[in-house]
């Protein structure tokens, strides 16, 4: 009697139901499926290459630069990070169509970008230009 007690619970113990399981894969692949087309993703437009990108750099009033150290420079004037998002409401104020341009150095911080673009974004700009500098 015991014996058959023992194989009876070796018996139901090698089935595993997979039912559940493939059941929850598929209601997370529906949902990632449904809601991926509505996830907002970043991206940058590229300029075309051609004389227009060149001839609006000099027209530019408001550029920005964020260099190696983290120092940043607003029209060659150092300013810090507390005193950026005042002296940006103050340039959109005065320049309210302007696209800023910001020269970022290659071996500065990421965090540094993040907060220039941050205290556009809080300024007021709806687009800035990302210009790098060709190497040679």
């Given at each position: ?10 018996e ?7 039912t559940p ?5 598929f ?6 499926i449904v ?6 993703i970043e991206s ?5 290459k ?16 964020v260099?190696?150290?983290g ?12 005193q950026?998002?005042?002296v940006?409401d ?20 990421f965090?540094t ?14 687009e800035?230009d990302l210009v790098?500098?060709?190497e040679?």
């Amino acid at each position: 009697m015991r014996k058959r007690f023992l194989d009876q619970i070796a018996e139901e113990t090698d089935l595993i139901n997979l039912t559940p399981l493939i059941d929850v894969l598929f209601t997370v692949l529906v949902l990632f499926i449904v809601i991926s087309p509505f996830l907002d993703i970043e991206s940058i437009h590229l300029a075309q290459k051609g004389v227009e990108a060149t001839g609006q750099r000099e027209k530019r009033r408001i550029r920005i630069f964020v260099q190696k150290t983290g120092q940043i420079k607003i029209n060659d004037t150092p300013v810090t990070l507390k005193q950026l998002p005042g002296v940006l409401d103050e340039l959109k104020k005065s320049f309210h169509e302007e696209i800023p341009e910001l020269y970022q150095d290659k071996n500065s911080s990421f965090g540094t970008y993040l907060n220039v673009k941050h205290a556009l974004e809080q300024a007021g700009f709806e687009e800035m230009d990302l210009v790098v500098q060709p190497e040679g």
